[in-house]
């Protein structure tokens, strides 16, 4: 079992930049594969960035490359996720998510976050 907690959500202007969080409790975070997904109002949630145990694989939505870099800290049992260049569609609610073994890009996961909020202002 693990808990995740994202941060560092907010209100930013349109070509700004945020940084997200989610830190996971446990000592076997490096079990686990993690993803950051997004849910806009009215939407579906939709995958936006994956990253493997180690780092060695990392995956991006079309919407995410060039823009958003997923990275994690093994010895801080945390994921980031580097939003820059954000956009007023990029306004919705980020999850973190978590499954054990391999890097999937859909919502194959185990565990999931209870979201923090980014509103881009045009």
């Known amino acids: 079992q693990v808990q995740l907690v994202e941060s560092g959500g907010g209100l930013v202007q349109t070509g700004g930049s945020l940084r997200l969080s989610c830190a996971a409790s446990?000592?076997?975070?490096?079990?686990?594969?993690m993803g950051w997904f997004r849910q806009a109002p009215g939407k579906g949630r939709e995958f936006v960035a994956a990253i493997s145990r180690f780092g060695s694989s990392i995956n991006y939505a079309d919407s995410a490359k060039g823009r958003f870099t997923i990275s994690r800290d093994n010895t801080k049992n945390t994921v980031y996720l580097q939003m820059d260049s954000l956009q007023p569609e990029d306004t919705a609610i980020y999850y973190c998510a978590a499954r054990q073994g391999f890097v999937v890009v859909d919502n194959r996961y185990d565990y999931w976050g209870q979201g923090t909020q980014v509103t881009v202002s045009s």
């Open positions: 446990g000592r076997t975070f490096s079990s686990y594969a």
